[in-house]
């Protein structure tokens, strides 16, 4: 009995996303993704297999295609039944004459799928289930006011009539009976919504598209119904048409359409030329009431061809206030005229690129889809990378999973010279130029190709970055910042290691002038060794205090500590007031702070041979507690 229950609740209820746990193929994901929601229907004319849904017998998915292509079916009719309800209205004969069979076959295929839909399953919205049991679409289908309009807007009224009393009705109550057939133009609406969401119909030519046919079911609409008014009114002769043709009514169906649609067309355009205008007073308030809607429908079409033409050329307008914005900055500021084309360079990739740039693109997706989609595109470059050659998998896919792409033009600087360090980049595509300054000139001492690293040096060492780096032509870089690289480190212990490693062969393959270029490179290999053993013993006494839950705050001051990286500064031999004058104000000497001030001295006396009293920051005020001093400050021993 338990089991025939559960089977019984499964059936009801199936979930529409069956496969999402686990990795599927592309078409799987694409079964999954159309099931998510009614208002998220897979794109029309899709492909969706109905039988990935393990529904009740005789139960239809509302996404298998051979009833989405029923569907379209029913809209081809309903556009007719949009048509004919008016038309027949005005002109009372043809709907019992010649579109009476039309009518009866298209109300027919309606009924078919009234009946269609007692057995095609729906989502709950509350639940985001596929209910496919037919008790509950029923209840759903009939208590809803769906059902009543489909019926009364199938139901074949003349035929009805003539049924019950051997002749079709003559009057005119059978014509507004008719008119219940608009109600399936729901259909159409529903269809352009789809057409608007589907990427692979062009948004301005489907908009464009329904705006035509908002248009013409107006001007269809109202020529049929004044038609109508004339035709009942008393003095024929009185009337829009009758007053141009006495004898409209013996004339030809077609003839007085035309007219009718000419008069309808005039008015909605508001030409209005006055060789057709109202006659009685029943003509002049409708033609009252047809104006003011038009206007309504007037302001409604233009503005939205307005928005469909301005948002096609939204990125235009927007490139060029970029650009005069740009050309008004450098020139209030007098700027160099290659800096004002770097910028101007740099704008425009950034719009021709746009499609490109990872931000905008990933900023809505969620984190697991922005990591894949990383992996996919940067992981390879980033394990050809100096660097990260021989760490973990896991390292390598949390480093690209913080890395943000970028793009450069020609000439633009990636990296200036003695900028604080805050990012390293490694390059995908392109070339660049590694510069520095020398005697008021640039050198070119180097140059890097894709999976090349640049500003790791500024990175690791904590340092300004020793050179400026130059695009030579379109590069496509992958940065990540100092503050993530080395989050991501810190747990990883042997992958920091290895990295370590990586970097000090790196530097011991640099040619002499590269090496050069970089100050006091022995004491800042030394540093590098020096803080890498201490965030490990940092990391050890973090594992030990997690053990011992009862260590006191003293104890776990002291840890904190340890495991901190010890502050550099540069010390110097004379006061801060003859820096310009000394050449020892540029050398200097690169020591390791210590706990005291006296330590400190000592070392200034070891180091630069020369015994002080006091410490000067580079500003002239004395030092009184170590606590105060910052990394790479310069200090002044007198």
């Known amino acids: 009995m338990a089991t025939t229950t559960t089977t019984t609740m499964v059936s009801e209820t199936r979930s529409p996303m069956p496969l999402l746990t686990r990795r599927a193929s592309s078409r799987d994901m694409m079964k999954n993704l159309a099931s998510v929601s009614s208002s998220l229907l897979p794109a029309f004319g899709t492909n969706i297999d109905g039988g990935y849904l393990q529904l009740k017998k005789y139960i239809i998915a509302p996404y298998d295609r051979r009833y989405r292509w029923w569907q379209m079916f029913l809209v081809v009719l309903v556009i007719y039944s949009a048509w004919a309800s008016p038309f027949e209205l005005a002109f009372k004969q043809v709907s019992i004459g010649a579109l009476l069979p039309v009518d009866l076959v298209v109300d027919a295929f309606f009924a078919f799928d009234i ?34 309009m489909d019926v009364a807007s199938t139901l074949p009224f003349q035929l009805i009539y003539k049924i019950f009393t051997g002749s079709l009705p003559r009057g005119d109550s059978y014509g507004f009976l008719n008119l219940l057939r608009l109600w399936r133009l729901r259909r159409v609406g529903k269809l352009f919504e789809r057409l608007e969401k589907d990427t ?67 008015t909605l355009t508001t030409v209005g030329y ?77 719009f021709k690129t746009v499609e490109l740039k990872q931000d905008e693109v990933l900023e809505d997706l969620p984190k697991a889809i922005r990591s894949s989609i990383s992996q996919h595109l940067f992981k390879t470059t980033v394990e050809k990378a100096y660097l990260f050659k021989g760490v973990t998998e896991d390292f390598i896919a949390q480093l690209v999973s913080e890395m943000k792409a970028e793009y450069f033009p020609p000439k633009v600087d990636i990296i200036i010279q003695n900028e604080m360090p805050t990012d390293m980049y490694v ?151 003859e820096a310009g004058t000394k050449e020892d104000s540029i050398q200097g000497k690169l020591v390791h702070l210590p706990e005291t001030i006296e330590e400190l001295l000592r070392l200034a006396e070891k180091k630069l041979n020369i015994k002080g009293s006091k410490i000067l920051t580079a500003n002239g005020s004395e030092v009184e507690e170590l606590a105060a001093i910052r990394d790479n400050d310069h200090l002044f021993i007198c």
């Open 115 to 148: 009946i269609l839909t007692f057995f095609v399953a729906y989502l709950d919205k509350s639940t985001y289930l596929l209910v496919d049991d037919p008790k509950k679409i029923a209840k759903r289908y009939i208590t809803k006011l769906w059902f009543f």
């Open 200 to 266: 692979r119909f062009s948004y301005f030519w489907t908009r464009f598209s329904k705006l035509v046919c908002v248009t013409l079911f107006v001007v269809h609409s109202a020529g049929c119904f004044l038609f109508w008014l004339a035709v009942h009114y008393e003095n024929k002769q009185k009337t829009w048409i009758g007053s141009i043709l006495p004898d409209f009514e013996q004339r030809s169906i077609g003839l007085c359409y035309t007219y009718s649609i000419y008069w309808s067309i005039t």
């Open 274 to 350: 006055g060789d057709i205008h109202a006659e009685n007073t029943r003509e002049k308030i409708f033609n009252i009431f047809y104006m003011i809607f038009n206007i309504g429908l007037t302001s409604y079409l233009i503005g939205n061809m307005t928005n469909l033409v301005v948002h096609s050329a939204t990125r235009t307008f927007a490139m060029r206030d970029a650009m005069h914005n740009i050309l008004r900055y450098a020139s209030k500021n007098r700027l160099p005229e290659s800096l004002k084309e770097q910028m101007i360079a740099h704008m425009q990739l950034k």
């Open 427 to 577: 390059l995908v595509s392109g070339a660049v130029d590694l510069l520095t300054y020398k005697d008021g000139s640039e050198q070119v001492i180097s140059k890097a190709g894709p999976t090349d690293m640049a500003g790791e040096i500024g990175v690791l060492f904590n340092i300004p970055q020793p050179f400026t780096v130059r695009s030579r032509r379109l590069s496509q870089v992958i940065r990540i910042s100092h503050h993530h690289f080395k989050q991501i480190a810190q747990p990883h212990v042997e992958d920091g290691m290895t990295a370590i490693s990586n970097f000090k062969q790196h530097l011991k393959g640099l040619k002499k002038e590269l090496l050069d270029e970089i100050p006091f490179i022995s004491e800042l290999l030394g540093d590098l060794n020096i803080e890498h053993h201490l965030s490990q013993e940092g990391q050890l006494n973090q594992e030990t205090s997690t053990l011992d839950s009862n260590r006191d705050a003293n104890l776990e001051g002291t840890a904190s500590a340890n495991s901190s990286l010890p502050v550099r500064v540069v010390i110097h031999a004379h006061h801060p007031i």
